[in-house]
């Protein structure tokens, strides 16, 4: 028997809604032929598809972050303003393509209008410069009477953009980037950029890239590296930045279910380390305002030669799992950007008229739709599992938030078994449940289920309902399954 218990006083700090927040970048299909596509018979007059719009819209996305990724280290940001019929293809040497330019920072902004999504712009430290970043700030927030100001105003934008979030670089700690630079190269640069960023606009959070790591793997052998370029960006750039990033990807290469459920373990130390690292430094050099984390690209990515595969149901566990981490970590995560926002590894996928919704859809919907501001100090036990290098892993994967009502509380719950139903007990340790339950489980027939373009629907969000009363209620967790119970309580 598994027992979660609920004190709703434990409070762990506050949800930023900005967890909940998505990555695009122009490869591939994610700008054309994803977000913007004039061509197709479902584009709106702005060149937006309305069914990816719709399916965008559920997934209540806060804020995006753009254009990139590999692709901004070397991106001319003025190359994408003003008419589009003037504006210059250019070879892109991130992902060897031709960029025409004809979405740029404006489309960016309407595209975010649109689907009332906070703009998050990462600039170019690859092969671009301060100068470059901090006109791009002044072009969006601007509102002296300045060159830059007066283009935007021609552009048809009067009022200024209001872009808060910007970033400083992407993953410039690898060596395949554009403008790689060492950590002392990088940490400087910080330095200098957001000097001058934060001149032409003081109300701006500013981003550095702190670490990219791709496979759980990649940490182990990374660890000593990865830990000195945080450190060292927070030594002599921490006065400077509110967020550090890292990116998170992961798969399952040997095809071992318990070992890809085991990477819960690896997020919980990866996000412990960089709190302490932060911390520790924070103290260190006395910097009193806070600095967070932010995940800012993560998802799941198998090494596949084809960039068309599905998503399955691991998968969707693995996403459900990161969402618990950063409830867990709501102290220190303030922000994260599932990558990407279409069709690349993306929880949308769209081809000819037609969209798909990817497993990883369903538990990223049903957190953004029903999460608390205030994320719970759970206690949990019951049966446990081995995988990889961990044992005694907690089956069930928990978490829990409470609204600022006090009135609903939400217990996420996955089960990693593959094939047992977890009978569980759920009891608060003080206050009640008030007599009913809304149930929401994403499943499907087995873990590698797909949802394909011919076969959509194998994996979904059902729904049900329970009477629980009282000071505690008994719960089956199906095999292989994420369940949001949603719970009046008084
Ligand atoms: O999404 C693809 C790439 O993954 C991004 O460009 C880069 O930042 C990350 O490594």
């Known amino acids: 028997m598994n027992h979660i218990k609920i004190d709703l006083e434990r409070i762990l700090g506050n949800v930023d809604r900005n967890i909940f927040g998505t990555f695009a970048e122009p490869v591939g299909r994610v700008v054309y032929g994803g977000i913007y596509e004039p061509d197709c018979a ?18 209540n996305i806060p804020i995006l ?9 070397g991106y001319r940001w003025m190359d994408g303003i ?8 250019r070879h892109e040497l991130a992902w060897h393509a031709i960029e025409s330019n004809q979405f740029g920072t404006n489309e960016f902004i309407k595209f975010c209008r649109k689907l009332k999504i906070k703009p998050y712009i990462c600039t170019n430290c690859g092969d671009g410069d301060m100068r470059e970043a901090a006109d791009w700030v ?7 009477d300045t060159a830059l100001v007066k283009l935007r105003r021609e552009h048809g934008f009067e009022e200024p953009h209001k872009v808060k979030y910007w970033g400083i670089g992407n993953e410039v700690d690898g060596a395949f980037q554009i403008g790689y630079k060492t950590p002392q190269e990088y940490a400087r640069a910080v330095t200098e950029f ?30 000593v590296e990865v830990v000195e370029r945080g450190q060292l960006m927070l030594e002599q750039a921490g006065d400077r930045i509110d967020y550090m990033a890292l990116h998170c990807y992961v798969h399952n290469p040997e095809n071992d279910f318990n070992k890809y459920m085991t990477l819960s373990e690896l997020f919980e130390e990866r996000l412990s380390a960089y709190e302490g690292l932060i911390r520790a430094v924070s103290l260190d050099r006395g910097i009193k305002h806070p600095i967070y984390i932010t995940v800012d690209e993560w998802n799941v990515w198998k090494h596949l030669p084809r960039i068309d595969w599905f998503q399955n149901l691991e998968d969707a566990l693995v996403i459900a799992m990161n969402l618990n981490a950063f409830i867990r970590h709501a102290y220190s995560v303030k922000m994260a950007n599932i990558s990407q ?26 957190y953004s739709r029903t999460c608390g501001q205030q994320a719970l100090d759970v ?112």
Not at 342 to 364: A, C, E, K
Request: charged share 20%; with cysteine; hydrophobic share 35%.
């Open 42 to 59: 479902l584009a709106d007059e702005d060149g937006l598809r309305s069914d990816l719009l719709a399916a965008v819209r559920r997934l």
């Open 65 to 73: 972050r753009y254009p990139g990724g590999n692709f901004v280290s």
């Open 82 to 89: 003003g008419p589009q019929q003037e504006r210059p293809s």
């Open 138 to 144: 002044e072009y969006c927030n601007g509102t002296g």
């Open 194 to 223: 957001g000097k001058v960023m934060k001149r032409v606009d003081p109300d701006i959070k500013l981003v550095a890239s702190a670490a990219c790591q791709w496979q759980g793997t990649r940490w182990k052998s990374a660890k």
């Open 341 to 366: 926002i279409v069709n690349r590894r993306s929880p949308i996928l769209t081809r000819g008229d037609s969209l798909l919704m990817q497993t990883i859809f369903y538990p990223f919907e049903l």
């Open 379 to 490: 206690f949990w036990n019951g049966e446990t599992f081995s995988g990889g290098e961990y044992t005694g892993v907690r089956t069930l994967d928990v978490t829990a938030t409470l609204d600022e009502s006090r009135k609903q509380l939400v217990v996420y719950v996955v089960n990693r078994s593959q094939t047992e139903a977890m009978e569980t007990t759920i009891s608060l340790a003080d206050g009640q449940f008030a007599g009913n339950a809304q149930i929401s489980v994403v499943n499907g027939p087995d873990i590698l289920a797909e949802n394909t373009f011919e076969k959509p629907n194998e994996v979904g969000t059902g729904e049900t309902a329970l009477e629980a009363s009282g000071k505690s209620f008994t719960y089956s967790f199906e095999p292989h399954s994420v369940t949001a119970l949603v719970c009046a309580i008084s």
